[in-house]
């Protein structure tokens, strides 16, 4: 396939990309009509958006095609398991310059195809425009199987604070990206494609998780919002957070303590949860504070004190690098 | 409200978007989590994802923000109510210039906000980043109220042809507008902000109909993607078309055959339908054609003969103005 998006015209490259996709028995009707039909056996529908832009929020010359596309996925499916549901389908909008390479745009969509299917989730829709700048907009939908979606405002004082999944990795690849490295890999691998634990989300609504989000503008950001919507104080124990010895020493090599990565790094979409205290969580969650009491100006404390660091993104900040 | 959405910041813009929005029942859960839950009683959800792009899609010179919000909001309600479904909900993904006045998307989100009641949904959920060009990608979802979607796909020889709502309006509107001028005023906000006829999705597909969508790219394009979908000959007859006088003194004034507007104008998102021959049609449409055999080369001729205007837009042809 050669030649550019331009060249190929909107029909050609919409063809080109749904032939690509696989289905599942949920698809009910897929891409190529006016809208698309999607079970939701639960009589209720997950929904999320996210836009992500060229230049914000992914770099070509940083990433493939593919992992671009596995990474968009990937952030807005983690958004559905962090409601404790089933991610089920996926809809993208595409805005591409006509100069684009016919081949990046089918990279891509092979990335978001191959994330949704680790996550059980099919492609079924979407829209294709020409503009300057590469925009995905990524819509994720899911099912909750009968069980109540868990949001950020149920956290009660008492409650242990967990997570899964990985924290600060993608910080630190970020890190050495930034500075012309390559590596390590593992890092520099998981800026580039997060592993978020989808089956985590339901499996914590499962096991009575009270609050839950997944986390993308990094622990203590959000952890904050579920402090803010539950009205409560929560404090993190630092010594809890396992850091890699290899993410310690790149942050010798930066000179950035690695804490730094693990409590404002967001992007990996580890799932953080809230549970009763006398919970009985499986192994792969790993329990680092609980929510002290009910406040009225809710706050997230680490050992005790303020953390004095930029606490996440604003994506209209001028520090907002994504 | 005062100051640019750059000074205002990402959270407090939402917190002003958000603020304006409405409910239904539908709504399980709005904005402000990880996703959003909407009821789907069907056990199925309708979903559809459009992008619109400022100077391709729209332009604030020509519109207002509160218009540009109903437009958009519009266009994608429709494609829910072409299946045959009663739209639910709306998510928006805003790609916004830091120097962009928060009014403009405070407006906007009026806009949207209405259309949606118009059309019985609620906005549910979004995103909101900053880029350079002002981008909308909306996904509206709906439930089809134990009705079977109807696709462009079941069109049968026999069959007749029939549409309901506006022909060639926003395409007559651009005219006008495009040679710099500001009346008539009908045509005008035709184009500024379509009027589709949601209720008459769910209704034809009651009424028994055999294959559906919304005119976006004009009549001759989309039933042409009826035809290509369905397998048949679609032949229309244009005498049976009404077109205004009003339009016809356009079509003098700046030299352009009025059917042409009606055969090839989108954007007004009628609803166009194909029917059983014995259907008993409600008034409100009006019967242009029929469909006139099976096909191995599907095509739509107009009074029999080819239709050889451009028979709608190409995004990434250079002749698309939208």
């Known amino acids: 396939m050669k030649g550019t998006v331009g060249e190929l015209g909107e029909f050609g490259l919409i063809r080109e990309l749904t032939s690509r996709l696989t289905s ?11 809208a698309a039909v999607v079970a939701a056996p639960d ?6 958006t996210d836009i992500l832009l ?3 929020h992914f770099r070509r010359d940083w990433s493939t095609a593919y992992d671009v596309g596995r990474k968009a996925a990937a952030q807005n499916l983690a958004d ?9 389908s996926l809809l993208l909008g595409l805005v591409v310059p006509a100069e684009l390479p016919v081949t990046w745009a089918t990279e891509l ?3 978001i195809r191959d994330e949704c299917q680790v996550a059980g989730a099919a492609v079924v829709g ?5 503009g300057e700048v590469i925009t995905l907009a990524i819509t994720a939908l899911g099912d909750l199987r009968n069980l109540e979606p868990v949001t950020r405002s149920g956290a009660r004082p008492g409650d242990v604070v967990a997570y899964t999944g990985w924290l600060g990795w993608s910080a630190a690849g ?18 580039r494609r997060p592993e ?26 959000d952890l904050g919002h579920i402090a803010e919507a539950s009205k409560v104080r929560i404090d993190l124990r630092s010594g809890a957070i396992d850091i890699p010895s290899q993410m310690n020493d790149i942050g010798q090599a930066v000179g950035v303590d690695p804490l730094q990565w693990v409590l404002t790094g967001g992007e990996d979409h580890a799932i953080l949860a809230t549970f009763p205290p006398d919970v009985k969580l499986p192994a792969r969650w790993k329990v680092i504070g609980e929510v002290v009491g009910a406040s009225a100006q809710p706050q997230v404390t680490v050992d005790g004190a303020p953390w004095h660091s930029n606490g996440g993104w604003d994506h209209f900040g001028s520090g907002g690098g994504r």
Chains 1, 2 share one sequence.
């Not at 599942?24 to 006016?34: S, Y």
């Not at 009589?43 to 999320?48: E, G, I, M």
């Not at 339901?202 to 950001?221: E, F, K, Y």
């Open 80 to 88: 559905i398991a962090a409601m404790g549901a089933v991610p089920t």
């Open 54 to 56: 060229e230049g914000r």
């Open 126 to 130: 979407g829209d294709v425009v020409r």
């Open 43 to 48: 009589r209720r529908v997950v929904a999320s």
């Open 24 to 34: 599942t028995p949920a698809v009910r009707l897929g891409p190529g009509d006016d």
């Open 109 to 111: 969509m092979d990335g």
């Open 196 to 221: 978020p634990p989808y089956h985590a989300g339901p499996a914590a609504a499962g096991l009575g998780a009270t609050a839950m989000c997944d986390i993308s503008d990094g622990l203590v950001a």
């Open 174 to 191: 970020h890190a050495v990206l930034s500075r012309g490295f390559r590596s390590p890999r593992a890092f520099v691998e998981a800026h």
